[in-house]
C-alpha cells in the first residue's frame, strides 16, 4: 500500500505540471496543423534493448499515459514516466531514474530524481534534478546539445548530451532531454531519456544543430 502511494504521489508531482503546461498552450497548437506530437520516456539500443516507452502520439492512440516500470531490464530502474502529446505541444518526464548496474557496470552509471523534456510550437527545452553521471553532479547547460564525456572504471569514456535537439526535414524539433552513450564489452549502448517532438510554426526544413563539446559543468 505504501508503494503504490508512493507512486502516486510522484505521479501527481509529474501530472500537475503537465496539465497546467497543457491548459497554456496557445490556441493555434490546440488546432493542430504540420507534423503530429510524439513523445516517449526512455528507450535503449545495443546490450540491452528497450522500446519507446511509453510512447504518445497526438496523431493516433492515447495521447497521455503513465507507467511505474519498463519492460523486465537489468540496465534501467525508475519510478515513473508521464508523456503527453497534443497538437503543436510535448512533454516527458522520467523520475527516480538509475541507469546501469549489472548490464554495463557494478555501479551506477547515471542516476537522477528528475528528467524532463518539453517542446512548444518548435521550441525545446528539457529540465534536470539532482542529475549524476558516474557520482559526478551534472548540471543542465542552457545550450542545446552540450555535450560531457566521462571516464568511468571499467567503461573508458561515457558521453552525455543534455537537452539535445534535432530540426527534422519536415520541420519539427525533436528534444531529447539525455542521451547517454557508452561502449561496453565490445559494443555500443544508447538510451535516451525523456524525449519530445512537436511541428513549429512555420514548415520547412530548418538547419541541423551543431554540437557544443565539454560544454557541459560537472561537480565531484
Avoid: W
Avoid at 523534456?117 to 527545452?125: H, K, L, P, V
Avoid at 539535445?164 to 559494443?187: F, M, W, Y
Amino acid at each position: 500500500m505504501r508503494k503504490r502511494l508512493r507512486y502516486g504521489l510522484i505521479a501527481g508531482v509529474i501530472a500537475a505540471p503537465v496539465a497546467a503546461a497543457a491548459a497554456i498552450v496557445p490556441a493555434a497548437s490546440a488546432t493542430g496543423g504540420g507534423s503530429p506530437s510524439s513523445a516517449f520516456g526512455i528507450s535503449a539500443v545495443g546490450l540491452v534493448n528497450i522500446p519507446r516507452t511509453p510512447v504518445v502520439s497526438s496523431e493516433s492512440g492515447p495521447r497521455s499515459r503513465s507507467v511505474v516500470s519498463v519492460p523486465a531490464s537489468p540496465l534501467v530502474h525508475l519510478s515513473v514516466i508521464h508523456t503527453r502529446a497534443v497538437p503543436g505541444h510535448a512533454e516527458a518526464s522520467v523520475a527516480d531514474l538509475k541507469v546501469a548496474k549489472a548490464a554495463i557496470s557494478p555501479k551506477a552509471v547515471l542516476s537522477a530524481k528528475l528528467i524532463s523534456a518539453r517542446c512548444d510550437d518548435g521550441a525545446g527545452s528539457s529540465r534536470l534534478v539532482d542529475v549524476r553521471l558516474a557520482g559526478r553532479a551534472i548540471q543542465a547547460g542552457t545550450s542545446p546539445n552540450s555535450r560531457i564525456t566521462v571516464p568511468v572504471e571499467g567503461l573508458g569514456g561515457v558521453q552525455v548530451t543534455v537537452n539535445k535537439q534535432v530540426h527534422n526535414a519536415d520541420g519539427s524539433i525533436t528534444v531529447t532531454a539525455l542521451e547517454l552513450a557508452v561502449q561496453a564489452l565490445g559494443k555500443s549502448q544508447t538510451i535516451a531519456i525523456s524525449s519530445a517532438t512537436c511541428a513549429g510554426q512555420s514548415s520547412g526544413e530548418a538547419p541541423k544543430p551543431t554540437p557544443v563539446p565539454s560544454d557541459l559543468p560537472v561537480t565531484g
